[in-house]
């Protein structure tokens, strides 16, 4: 059974500019988590995607948005890029009891 | 909003129990305990969960005190590949009550110490 993937693996920007990163869930699970980890720091929850709907957010301003596709696979958006928003991106995928993570896209801005 | 605390940081020795501790004083009837490890920037790793019984798998033990109020992780023999940042989570299961949203707290960086 394939686990989740994210790409890109590595994402270089610079400040104003847009990511986009992708997570692909584990085949059958409908639900999609999005954190970031900044450095040293724990995870930060900021989307919960379920059966295609936005189910919750965390407290993270509205340039990070996010989709979930009919083939429960993410897209992560984070519009206007400022340096702080260097981090590891995690997507777990849950199928409702557990949560399996990919190994994260490394975002740095410049 | 974490729903749980844990210490910052805790040092073990090689070759003894690290005993983790997880205080989850609100949680509720039908939320289940589970502890997962990251290391060094890859993605977390599912170690164990329970409900209120004390549970034990190839990689470590749950111990729940009587109230579920707080539990412990203990792995028996820390070895140094088990240096990582351990989180404690509290969750319902999609079986018993649907689903919510999943925090994950800051952890503890556990230390095993040659």
């Known amino acids: 059974e394939a686990g989740v993937t994210q790409s890109p693996t590595h994402l270089i920007k610079t400040r104003g500019q847009q990511a986009t990163l992708r997570c692909s869930p584990i085949?059958?699970?409908?639900?999609v988590y999005w954190y970031q980890q900044a450095l040293g720091l724990g995870l930060q929850f900021l989307l919960w995607?379920?059966?295609?709907?936005?189910?919750n957010r965390g407290n993270f301003p509205p340039r990070f948005s996010g989709r979930q596709f009919p083939n429960y696979s993410s897209e992560l958006n984070v519009n206007a890029l400022e340096l702080e928003d260097s981090a590891l991106y995690l997507c777990a995928s849950d199928p409702g009891n557990e949560q399996f993570f990919g190994p994260g896209t490394r975002l740095t801005v410049l | 909003d974490a729903k749980t605390t844990q210490p910052p940081s805790m040092d073990c020795a090689e070759g003894r129990a690290a005993n983790l501790p997880c205080n989850h004083s609100?949680?509720?009837?039908?939320?289940?305990v589970y502890w997962y490890r990251q290391i060094h920037s890859q993605g977390p790793q599912y170690i164990i969960h329970g409900l209120k019984n004390n549970e034990t798998n190839e990689m470590a033990s749950l111990i729940i005190t009587e109230d579920r109020k707080s539990s412990t992780l203990i792995l028996p023999h820390a070895t140094l590949r088990d240096t990582a940042v351990y989180y404690c989570i509290v969750r319902v299961r999609a079986n018993s009550g649907g689903y919510q949203k999943v925090t994950f707290g800051t952890g503890t960086k556990l230390q095993v110490i040659p």
């Open positions: 609100t949680i509720s009837g039908n939320e289940y």
């Open positions: 995607y379920d059966e295609g709907e936005e189910r």
């Open positions: 085949s059958g699970h409908t639900s």
